[in-house]
């Protein structure tokens, strides 16, 4: 059944609790972004995932993507931002409560369940609704959509280092898992030799003792093939669940050190590793992810996450496109040497880096000088945002966190950008009155 409305729509006055209105500060940051968010076309567009009749209520879907705000801006878990919830009377005003309440709205749980039914689309409306609501207060200027910096980076998955050792235990102990849910009594285990042959392995690796390691590995190895064929043997025809097991430890077991597309962890299969040239991490595990920002403000128009480790320059048309989506299109783009050659023949101008100056015109190159604004950016969504590791399940799952990300970080500068706005009306006024230009105002 479609989510129920939240208690601002049907205000009904209670005798014995106050209203959030009266205990609240009405010039806070949050009380005036609950103003200008357009929650009615949030409904509107959230609505059409839910069954129209069957079912109870849905949860609001103002307290929804709320959540999601504040999760994603304050850097925060599932779990975190609920409790967190309980606690602050402007959180609750943003979700659209009228009285303040005393226990958990939801359960965690129903935010993932909720991230899975709006998919990648729905994010970006996320997305595009933070720019909507700067435009409205006007925090983010029109001029400042038309020319975009445009940069990719690794968002890193949560799993651990990848070695040999580790995946062949993994993968064994998983389909030794399988096996018993499925009553599949396996000729054996191994789970009390493997247990000290990889505590073994990660002794002799430390001590640089290599030969006394791979030959731990191989054990593993053998272990992990001896159960595969055991299965395979018991249970011919496996339902699909199994069968992808099987075939992620088949993998794993014939995988070799040159291979392409091999597989890093055995719960997240589609992780790549990047190489990016960095000297103090020589690769990462993730996926790549294509981010653009304003030139100026550095207002995130688009994030997407993008699979199967692409040359940069491929990914421009596909990041372009969503900044059509979620924005404005733009009238200049501004990248780095990484994307000669990008073959995008589109409507926008694509401006690429290079070393020297030479014939740029002069007002041009002062915008391409801005292009390395997004660095810093991108450094803020790893750090601030929840873009260093993600911990989302599946490509989808990276495709919502980037966006998130980027959402999160436009709402908290519009956060900060209201908080300033009124301390600099409130000091403006004060030296109106105290200079005699004002009078008949009385500021405390």
Not at 46 to 64: A, H, I, K, W
Not at 111 to 130: D, V
Not at 217 to 241: C, M, N, Q, S, W
């Amino acid at each position: 059944m479609k989510p129920k409305q939240s208690a601002h729509k049907n205000r009904q006055r209670d005798l014995f609790r106050p209203e959030l209105t009266k205990i609240i500060d009405p010039g806070h940051g949050l009380v005036k972004l609950a103003k200008a968010v357009n929650w009615d076309r949030m409904d509107e567009l959230f609505g059409q995932t839910y069954c129209p009749d069957n079912g109870r209520p849905g949860v609001s879907t103002r307290l929804m993507v709320s959540l999601h705000y504040l999760k994603f801006s304050f850097n925060l878990s599932d779990d975190d931002v609920v409790s967190g919830w309980v606690e602050n009377p402007y959180w609750q005003y943003l979700s659209g409560m009228q009285f303040f309440e005393h226990d958990p709205p939801i359960n965690p749980s129903s935010m993932s369940r909720w991230r899975k039914r709006i998919g990648e689309g729905g994010a970006e409306e996320l997305l595009k609704e933070t720019i909507a609501a700067g435009l409205t207060i006007k925090a983010v200027k029109p001029h400042q959509l038309k020319r975009v910096n445009v940069d990719t980076t690794v968002q890193e998955k949560d799993i651990r280092f990848p070695t040999d050792a580790r995946l062949y235990d993994r993968a064994r102990r998983k389909l030794v898992d399988a096996a018993k849910q499925h009553g599949i009594a396996l000729r054996q285990n191994y789970n009390r030799n493997a247990k000290h042959l990889l505590a073994q392995q990660s002794r002799y690796a430390h001590a640089r003792q290599m030969k006394r390691a791979r030959r731990c590995t191989r054990k593993l190895k053998t272990y992990l093939g001896r159960v595969i064929r055991d299965i395979e043997r018991k249970f011919p025809h496996p339902d699909e669940a199994l069968k992808s097991l099987l075939d992620i430890g088949t993998r794993i077991f014939h995988q070799q050190r040159k291979d392409k597309n091999k597989i890093y962890s055995v719960h997240e299969p589609a992780v790549e590793c990047i190489s990016k040239g960095k000297a103090h991490k020589r690769y990462e595990f993730g996926c790549k992810v294509s981010v653009a920002a304003t030139s100026r403000g550095g207002w995130f128009v688009g994030a997407k996450a993008v699979h199967g480790n692409p040359y940069d320059g491929h990914t421009l048309e596909a990041a372009l496109k969503q900044v059509e989506r979620i924005g404005r299109p733009p009238e200049h783009v501004f990248v780095d040497m990484g994307y000669r050659g990008h073959g995008y023949t589109g409507k926008v101008d694509v401006h690429v880096d290079k070393r020297r100056r030479g014939r740029t015109a002069k007002s041009l190159w002062r915008w391409m000088k801005r292009r390395a604004a997004v660095e810093p950016g991108i450094g803020h969504l790893k750090q601030e945002h929840r873009m260093d590791r993600c911990r989302l399940k599946g490509t989808l799952g990276d495709c919502i966190n980037a966006i998130f990300s980027a959402a999160g970080m436009n709402f908290r500068k519009l956060l900060r950008w209201a908080a300033d706005f009124l301390f600099q009306f409130y000091f403006r006024l004060l030296f109106y009155q105290r200079s005699g230009i004002l009078t008949g105002v009385v500021i405390k």
